[in-house]
């Protein structure tokens, strides 16, 4: 998008039940004007229509960037319909996780957000799609960000309180969480990644991320990268309640050691081979095979989509572009600060 392109359109899709929407509708027309952008197109969702069909609307009517103020839900469906296009997505996040803009360090402070619409820069990330079995035997592709699987993930969204979210925000997944905790390794699959040879096993829960970061940050896939054009792909296999405290201790490893490697300024990998335990395993790849001994409860982004009884997982490198804050200037070893005074000037 060029900044001297005094032509550039802008559509915003909107949940009108995710926060001020008058609000919003303010500061998107104010900061279009601000930055030489033509008039916003506003587009609610629906029930029946969580952003898929707009945002495409708005992609096919020549808008250059899109703006999906919403959940997680509303996020998702946006994207779905902007990738494989040179349309920018912005995210606004008016939900409750915001998944995506925690996990890709986008402002969750909506008038920043806004701004950083109209004045950021474009990334691009990869987006997986989950070819979804049903147990009747109908199929369904949906596309994601970042994480989608089966067990504590699933079994999170299904047992969080609509109610009690509403009064704490985010802090009610750890109810959630907690009640997804039981069972063992009770599911029973069938797995095939990257086409090599097919494996049984059980688990409690098997996740696939583009993204690393659960609620409330726990870095579930800390060595996931949203453009590294590869999923990553975790297991959980505790035996009561000593695998679960095995489970904790191995997170909080995993992120001492992404931390020390952020201050560190290392890329070193934190997950896989002699790192991993038997309770807590790794993989990465570009498609994943899993066929269920039972059918169980899927989950993408954050939504809980039904039961399935089998799943295939793909990823599409670099296929959607993301507005992102322009990050600030960096200056060379040993050279001053920008506005630094000469000592005596």
């Not at 390794?185 to 690393?212: D, F, K, M, Y």
């Amino acid at each position: 998008m060029s900044p001297n392109d005094s032509a550039r359109r802008v559509a915003v899709v909107f949940n009108p039940v995710k926060g001020d929407t008058e609000e919003l509708k303010r500061l998107v027309v104010a900061a279009a004007a601000e930055h030489g952008w033509q008039e916003p197109v506003f587009l609610e969702t629906s029930v029946e229509d969580p952003g898929f069909g707009p945002a495409q609307r708005a992609a096919d009517d020549g808008h250059h960037m899109v703006l999906a103020a919403g959940g997680d839900g509303t996020v998702r469906a946006v994207a779905a319909a902007l990738r494989g296009t040179d349309v920018s997505l912005a995210v606004i996040p008016a939900g409750t996780g915001n998944l995506l803009a925690r996990n890709l360090k986008l402002p969750l402070d909506i008038p920043e957000a806004v701004e950083t619409a109209f004045a950021g820069q474009d990334t691009r990330i990869d987006v997986c799609t989950a070819l979804l079995t049903r147990p009747d035997g109908e199929s369904e592709e949906l596309d994601f960000m970042v994480m989608a699987g089966i067990g504590v993930d699933a079994g999170m969204i299904v047992n969080t309180d609509e109610d009690l979210k509403k009064r704490v925000k985010f802090l009610a997944y750890g109810v959630g969480i907690a009640k997804s905790l039981t069972g063992g390794r009770r599911i029973r699959l069938t797995w095939q990644l990257n086409h090599g040879p097919a494996r049984q096993t059980r688990v409690h829960s098997l996740i696939v991320g583009n993204c690393g970061d659960l609620v409330g940050s726990i870095p579930l896939l800390p060595d996931a990268v949203a453009n590294d054009g590869h999923f990553d792909v975790v297991s959980l296999r505790p035996t009561g309640l000593p695998g679960w405290l095995q489970i904790v201790g191995q997170l909080a490893l995993h992120m001492g050691r992404k931390t020390r490697n952020r201050l560190a300024r290392r890329d070193e990998q934190v997950t896989g081979g002699d790192n991993d335990i038997e309770s807590l395993r790794y993989a990465t790849g570009t498609r994943l095979e899993v066929t269920l001994a039972e059918p169980e409860v899927f989950e993408v982004d954050g939504d809980e989509v039904g039961e399935v009884s089998a799943f295939t997982v793909t990823i599409e490198p670099g296929c959607l572009v993301v507005r992102e804050p322009v990050p600030p200037p960096t200056a060379e070893p040993g050279e001053p600060r920008p506005g630094t005074r000469a000592f005596g000037s």
